[in-house]
């Protein structure tokens, strides 16, 4: 008997460590749709509203300048703060975001909203994938790393694919995305609430604002090359996201929500495939 509630306590730690992972998870994809979920509504803006080309990608520079933002200023936060509060924190962010989304008629209120959900995803970004990185299992090694870096791409897949359903076939078709993503955000808060925290705050949560910077001296040499990769292809997701919904409307001659959140789509889900397959080559051949 004296060895009995050992086991329990550590399978009790593995049970609450499970919904951690999964809540850490399904928030990170739940946090990338509701990203994804404006997208198939520009059209409809440009048709609706007057919104021009150039105010619809200064709605992905918005969004851009955000994430960008969290990332550096808000990236090391939840190593203080703790990871449940800075996870809920994003998407409370987000949430927001939405609310002002609901009521877009003004590209000044695309951007705000824009912005919000920007530095909400930024957050989401890195408190989540570092609670992933915490609570999950040991057994396969791989599933941190690939849930962690695939769980953006499928939440701008499904978002992007949902909302286009949503706004084409759902009424309310300028909300209705919104309203659903609330929903699921507040599901996702609701888990996050409930699992255990895995880091321990500590002091100098001010001084964490400070952006840093480091690169290893040993690969210092590379850091040209990995800019370079990094801006073309990042540029080109943004070029893509920012002109897809006009393109879609000039070359396929439809402005269908649904095709354009295919065609989104399409750029999105087969980065799930990059992983393995870069796996297989050297960092250099890859």
Do not use: K
């Amino acid at each position: 008997m004296q060895n009995v509630a050992p086991v329990i306590n550590q399978a009790h730690r593995d049970g609450t460590l499970r919904l951690a992972f999964l809540s850490a998870v399904v928030s990170l994809v739940v946090s990338f749709a509701t990203a994804a979920a404006p997208i198939p509504l520009y059209n409809i803006y440009r048709a609706e509203d007057g919104f021009t080309n150039a105010g619809i990608s200064m709605a992905i520079v918005a969004y851009a300048v955000g994430t960008i933002f969290a990332l550096l200023v808000l990236g090391r936060l939840s190593n203080h703060l703790g990871r449940r509060l800075t996870a809920s924190t994003s998407l409370s962010l987000l949430l927001l975001g939405c609310l002002l989304l609901l009521n877009v008629h003004d590209i000044v209120i695309l951007l705000a909203g824009r912005l919000l959900v920007g530095v909400g995803t930024g957050l989401a970004s890195s408190s989540l994938t570092s609670y992933i990185a915490d609570a999950a299992p040991s057994r396969p090694e791989w599933l941190a790393a690939v849930a962690s870096s695939q769980g953006p791409m499928l939440g701008l897949t499904v978002g992007a694919i949902t909302s286009g359903a949503l706004v084409q076939f759902g009424p309310w078709p300028r909300d209705l995305i919104y309203l659903v993503c609330v929903g699921i955000l507040l599901l996702s808060a609701a888990l996050i609430a409930i699992s255990p925290e895995t880091a321990t705050p500590t002091p100098g949560a001010s001084r964490s604002l400070l952006p840093r910077v480091s690169v290893p001296a040993r690969v210092r040499h590379l850091l040209p090359v990995a800019a370079a990769v990094f801006l073309a292809t990042w540029a080109s997701g943004s070029f893509y996201q920012a002109f897809v919904p006009a393109l879609v409307e000039d070359q396929l001659h439809t402005r269908s929500p649904l095709i354009l959140g295919l065609v989104l789509a399409a750029y999105m889900a087969p980065s799930v495939l990059g992983a393995p397959i870069g796996g297989r080559f050297t960092s250099a051949r890859r």
